[in-house]
Nanobody, 118 residues
Framework: QVQLVESGGGLVQPGGSLRLSCAASVSIFSINIKHMGWYRQAPGKERELVAHITTTGTTHYSDSVKGRFTISRDNAKNTMYLQMNSLKPDDTAVYYC??????????WGQGTQVTVSS
C-alpha cells in the first residue's frame, strides 16, 4: 500500500512563498510510475492539476501556476516538492499529492491546506 503524506501548507500573505513536501512510503522513481503530481481543490470547485513530474524529470504545469511554481523530487528521500512563489489569493486550496501508475492505479495523500490572505 502506497502512502503519501503532504506537509508545508499554511497561511501566507499575497506575494509570499511556501514549499510543500510529499513523502512517499515507496520509491517515487520506478518504471511503474507514470508521474508524481500536485493537485488542488478550492471550496466549491473541482480538483485540478497543478503540476506533475515524470520519472525522467519531465515537468508539466497548469497555465495558472506556470512561472510561479516549481515541482521537483528527491529520489533518495522518496520525496516530491512544490515550491510556490508569488502566491495569490486564487491559489488558496487544499493541495494533494498524487502518484499515477501505468496500470491506471493512483494514490492520493490526505491534503494540506494553503491559504493566501492578507
Amino acid at each position: 500500500q502506497v502512502q503519501l503524506v503532504e506537509s508545508g501548507g499554511g497561511l501566507v500573505q499575497p506575494g509570499g512563498s511556501l514549499r510543500l513536501s510529499c513523502a512517499a512510503s515507496v520509491s517515487i522513481f520506478s518504471i511503474n510510475i507514470k508521474h508524481m503530481g500536485w493537485y488542488r481543490q478550492a471550496p466549491g470547485k473541482e480538483r485540478e492539476l497543478v503540476a506533475h513530474i515524470t520519472t525522467t524529470g519531465t515537468t508539466h504545469y497548469s497555465d495558472s501556476v506556470k512561472g510561479r511554481f516549481t515541482i521537483s523530487r528527491d529520489n533518495a528521500k522518496n520525496t516530491m516538492y512544490l515550491q510556490m512563489n508569488s502566491l495569490k489569493p486564487d491559489d488558496t486550496a487544499v493541495y494533494y499529492c498524487n502518484q499515477r501508475r501505468y496500470t491506471g492505479l493512483e494514490y492520493w495523500g490526505q491534503g494540506t491546506q494553503v491559504t493566501v490572505s492578507s
